[in-house]
T-cell receptor
Framework: SQQGEEDPQALSIQEGENATMNCSYK?????LQWYRQNSGRGLVHLIL?????REKHSGRLRVTLDTSKKSSSLLITASRAADTASYFC????????????FGTGTRLQVTL | GAVVSQHPSWVICKSGTSVKIECRSL??????MFWYRQFPKQSLMLMAT?????????EQGVEKDKFLINHASLTLSTLTVTSAHPEDSSFYIC?????????????FGPGTRLTVL
């Protein structure tokens, strides 16, 4: 399977703490994307980082990409209860006509 | 962003029946549509790639005769699950790409939850 791996599988933190999720993948990529999914709902696109970029910020989100290690991380700072969701990375591999390969996902629980 | 709709949002059907799911772009013309499915507590898996006016390309292990895809126009693609069985119960999601929105981003539909009794 070409599916990426994410760790941890589940993460429970308190409101205000930072949450870090990691994603590893197997092939060369054009870009890597992070998505959020609330339980039973559709996916929300969070951020896209291209293969020639190393770090990207969007509000409380910070994404890094290390193509030499084929890995990425998503940091959510000052987490809120509303951040509770599953988070998936997805890679757009080179030569695949923009098909996305999703990671296994991290279930984040933020408690008050 | 772009607005993508799916209809129905959820459906319950009896085993052996066929179910059609529509994916519609409301504000742009997409050259490519992807269909994914997601089993409970699992990740999304690509089923097929659909380009307007041509036959869909299916991923390994996905039965093309069971999951019929019709990409009738740049704004509409349909997925028909034929002779559905309980193991087809899943969350089906379409995404749109390319065309009049030339970015790297895929635009996701809200998903259709299929339950086969």
């Amino acid at each position: 399977s070409q599916q990426g791996e994410e760790d941890p599988q589940a993460l429970s933190i308190q409101e205000g703490e930072n949450a870090t999720m990691n994603c590893s993948y197997k092939t060369s990529i054009n870009n890597l994307q992070w998505y959020r999914q609330n339980s039973g709902r559709g996916l929300v696109h969070l951020i896209l980082i291209r293969s020639n970029e190393r770090e990207k910020h969007s509000g409380r989100l910070r994404v890094t990409l290390d193509t030499s290690k084929k890995s990425s991380s998503l940091l959510i700072t000052a987490s809120r209860a509303a951040d509770t969701a599953s988070y998936f990375c997805a890679t757009d591999a080179t030569g695949t006509a923009s098909k996305l390969t999703f990671g296994t996902g991290t279930r984040l629980q933020v408690t008050l | 962003g772009a607005v993508v709709s799916q209809h129905p949002s959820w459906v319950i059907c009896k085993s052996g029946t066929s179910v059609k799911i529509e994916c519609r772009s409301l504000d742009f013309q997409a050259t490519t549509m992807f269909w994914y499915r997601q089993f409970p507590k699992q990740s999304l898996m690509l089923m097929a790639t659909s380009n307007e006016g041509s036959k869909a390309t299916y991923e390994q292990g996905v039965e093309k005769d069971k999951f019929l895809i019709n990409h009738a126009s740049l704004t509409l693609s349909t997925l028909t699950v034929t002779s559905a069985h309980p193991e087809d119960s899943s969350f089906y999601i379409c995404t749109l790409y390319g065309g009049s929105k030339s970015t790297d981003t895929q635009y996701f539909g809200p998903g259709t939850r299929l339950t086969v009794l």
